[in-house]
């Protein structure tokens, strides 16, 4: 009997991987963090979940990692789900770059005004201050709920070394959300904003929820293994092409090109990732490559996506 495509994907994994751990040592753990640069430089794991609740795991898939920019996607998702999308987009762009076809400008030229996209920094930011709550502790516990359900994990908690180290050393994401609180952007506290930002940047994952939180996503805001819908439809289509045009940072072209699957990436190496209507998938590779992607990480979607013909492109 010929073997199901999640067994065929069991028996290639561990060989795919292989192949990409060459790569981890071209890479860079994120300092700028510090508590950040205590991972594993070495590691790589991947889940691969389909809807029918199969997974496919490889090496270093139970290690726990902060989400990091990966939080982007769903403080996204829950502030259109707050505010709708008229409200979140007056505060926040669409653009990858926001420079004209021709420009020569580069973004700190600009004129000031909304950030360019909710994945950068300035854009999330925005974003956090969009969240509904009496106190930033209720905003940041409503994330963490929300991350909790998306998940299937109740047990999804704060890494709070990570959190603590991010807000002592955070200066530039400081300087930006003052930047934005002088021009307008940010109503609120600033501190209190950082609070929120920095604390769902820091919440703790493994491979497995990250494949479980993208096989949502994939299956358009409801979850396949219980039913529920978790997010509407048009909220996931939103979060789903910021993913495809600015997930991976400068890199989302090449991405789109050498993968061809939407993708979020953070800094602590995960990245989280699916293909539409039939797999959630979450690695991690904390040496970063110099776009601040998963060296390794990469490298091995690359491969998965070419074996199994799995670019939506
Ligand atoms: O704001 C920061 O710098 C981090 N908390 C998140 C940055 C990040 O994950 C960038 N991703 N590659």
């Known amino acids: 009997m010929r073997p199901t495509e999640i067994e065929a994907i069991r028996q290639q994994l561990p060989g795919w991987l292989e192949a990409s751990l060459p790569c981890v040592s071209r890479g860079k753990v994120a300092a700028y963090i510090p508590e950040l640069s205590k991972a594993p430089h070495a590691a790589l794991g991947i889940t691969l979940l389909n809807t029918m609740g199969e997974s496919a795991t490889a090496g270093d898939c139970g290690l726990r990692f902060t989400m990091q ?54 854009g999330a930011i925005t974003v956090s ?52 609180k002088e021009n307008g952007v940010l ?40 039913g529920n819908t978790l997010i509407p439809r048009r909220y996931v289509q939103i979060a789903r092409t910021f993913m495809t045009t600015c997930g991976m940072y400068n890199a989302s072209g090449e991405f ?16 989280l990732t699916f293909v539409p209507g039939r797999y959630g998938i979450g690695v991690l590779g904390p040496a970063l490559n110099d776009k601040g992607n998963s060296y390794a990480g990469v490298h091995l979607l690359q491969t998965i996506s070419r074996e199994m013909n799995w670019s939506i492109f």
């Open 256 to 271: 789109a090109i050498q993968v061809g699957l939407p993708a979020k990436s953070g800094v602590s190496g995960g990245i």
């Open 129 to 180: 201050s969009l969240i509904h709550g009496d106190s930033p502790s209720e905003k940041s516990d409503r994330i963490l709920q929300f991350l909790q359900e998306l998940s299937g994990n109740a047990g999804l908690e704060y890494d709070l070394g990570v959190y603590r180290s991010e807000s002592e050393t955070g200066n530039l994401n400081r300087s930006i959300a003052f930047f934005l």
């Open 187 to 226: 109503s609120g506290n600033v501190e209190e904003v950082l609070e929120v930002y920095f604390r769902h940047c820091s919440i703790a994952v493994n491979c497995a929820d990250l494949a479980r939180m993208a096989l949502v996503l994939a299956c358009s805001g409801t979850d396949p293994l219980t």
């Open 69 to 122: 920019s990966i939080s982007k996607v769903f403080t996204l998702i829950l502030a259109l789900m707050d505010n709708g999308e008229d409200a979140v987009f007056s505060k926040v762009g669409m653009e990858p770059t926001g420079d004209n076809f021709n420009s020569m400008l580069k973004l700190e030229l600009v004129r000031p005004g909304i950030p360019f996209n909710p994945m950068i920094n300035a």
